[in-house]
């Protein structure tokens, strides 16, 4: 297994005349992490993405990797490679032939160049695809050509800029899954941009999430979303109700509200809408003071005793459930 280095960005910040798109990162990646970028369009993540790539530059700040600075050698020479959202195949060569072509750039030898492009092949599942060209193949197994493509350069971080969201939803979830395992398998650094909350939280060991230019919380993805420190963090992870008491605000897991049929709890509400979900029902309510609620039930206690449009229901939640935010 091969494995990765540590990538610092240090007050790494990218300027576009006189838009800041990215304002003075500092962050250690660890060695073979699955780290995903997130954030809302615009935040900042394809420039921070495209300056470890080397095809943006950096307008101030350093990247090191393997504590060299990084920031200012051409894309080849970084270590790194980059997969990108169109995947950028070469419509005229075969698979093979795409996957070998940075080598071949390099004068990597035939007999060399064959048995590397091989044994990506076979990694990413496609060599029996090797003679096609790209307009042969389905948008999951362009993908994996271009994995191979960037994999066969053998970096010790690859970049993948939305590499899902070209993929119908039942693909982008099974290819989730070959990411996740190649990158176990090789032990590198996978950094993945997505607006897709679900995403991240199901591939990344560290989830990065940025707001305008800015990285707003950084970790764990369980620790993200069971403890967000800003009303932003709650709100764009999804899965919380801010409330807001006084100068306080904090969040409550949506599927951490405790219904009372009838009320007389804490405070009571009134059911505006109603969702089932399979395994769950969503609910929507509004307080007496117009803040919506939202809350999830399992799909039985919703339907041992279901509520309708219009019922009133009493709110409530344990203490411990409570996530205080700063801002
Ligand atoms: P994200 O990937 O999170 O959508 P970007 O990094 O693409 O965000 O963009 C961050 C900000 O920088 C946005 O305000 C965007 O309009 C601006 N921006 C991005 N690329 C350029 C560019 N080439 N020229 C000028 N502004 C840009």
């Known amino acids: ?13 990218k300027r576009y005349g006189d838009t800041v798109a990215v304002r003075d990162l500092n962050h250690l990646i660890a060695p073979g992490t699955y780290v995903c970028l997130l954030g809302p369009s615009g935040c900042g993540k394809s420039s921070t993405l495209r ?4 095809h943006e530059s950096v307008s101030e700040g350093a990247i090191l990797l393997d504590k060299a600075d990084i920031s ?60 096609r060209r790209p307009d042969q193949l389905s948008g999951g197994q362009q993908q994996r050509v271009a994995l191979a493509r960037a994999l066969i350069t053998q970096p010790k971080v690859l970049l ?37 909350q679900d995403e991240a939280l ?18 764990d993805p369980r620790e993200v979303f069971n403890s967000p420190r800003t009303e932003f963090v709650a709100r764009f992870l999804g899965g919380h109700n801010v409330i807001r008491r006084g100068a306080r605000a904090f969040a409550v897991r949506s599927d951490r509200i405790v219904l009372r049929r009838g009320g007389g709890t804490e405070f009571d509400a009134a059911v505006c809408g109603i969702e089932y979900q399979g395994a769950t029902v969503h609910l929507a309510l509004k307080t007496p003071a117009d803040e919506e609620l939202s809350v999830v039930l399992p799909d039985r206690d919703f339907f041992s005793q279901p509520l309708e449009i219009g019922d009133t229901a009493g709110v409530a939640w344990a203490e411990e459930d409570v996530h205080v935010l700063a801002n």
């Open 1 to 13: 297994m091969r494995t990765g280095g540590d990538l610092e960005l240090f007050h790494l910040t």
């Open 51 to 54: 300056m470890i790539a080397g």
């Open 72 to 131: 200012k050698l051409p894309p080849a020479r970084r270590g790194t490679a980059m997969m990108f959202q169109s995947y950028a195949l070469f419509p005229h060569l075969s698979v093979r032939d795409n996957v070998a072509f940075s080598l071949k750039m390099k004068g990597v030898a035939k007999a060399e160049r064959h048995a590397r492009v091989d044994e990506l092949l076979e990694l990413v599942d496609m060599s029996r695809y090797a003679a």
């Open 160 to 196: 993948l800029d939305e590499p899902l969201s070209a993929l119908d939803p039942f693909l982008r979830i099974r290819m989730r899954a070959e990411l996740k395992r190649l990158q176990r398998e090789l032990g590198i650094t996978f950094i993945h941009v997505t607006h897709g």
């Open 202 to 219: 199901a591939l990344a060991d560290e989830v990065i999430v940025m707001n305008n230019a800015v990285i707003e919380q950084a970790g």
